[in-house]
């Protein structure tokens, strides 16, 4: 083989490799993206699900607060009964 014929071969296997890094680049980037993607989107579903948890959990909070205010009231009553009694 001759000088030009090689360099010329070696040249093309030059482009050819550099076209392959770039591809397999490109569909590794696209992986990534695709990865991330998946992520962002079980975050968010996490934050609702915490969200719609802690407005569950404030409702309840308020319920069991109103529940203790008239027990509150409830053994008031029931004390100035017992006192009147005595």
């Known amino acids: ?3 030009p014929t090689v360099i010329l071969i070696l040249g093309i296997l030059v482009v050819a490799l550099s076209v392959f890094v770039a591809v397999v ?3 590794d980037e696209r992986r990534k993206d695709r990865l991330k993607l998946g992520r962002e989107d ?3 579903q996490l934050v609702k ?3 719609q948890l802690a407005e569950n959990t404030m409702d309840a909070q308020k319920r069991i607060a ?3 205010a008239e027990l509150r ?4 009553a029931i004390e100035k009964i017992l006192r009147s009694v005595e």
Do not use: N, P, Q
């Open 1 to 3: 083989m001759e000088w």
């Open 25 to 27: 680049a490109s569909f």
């Open 42 to 44: 079980e975050l968010m």
């Open 49 to 51: 699900r915490y969200e």
């Open 66 to 68: 109103t529940d203790v």
């Open 73 to 76: 009231t409830r053994a008031t």
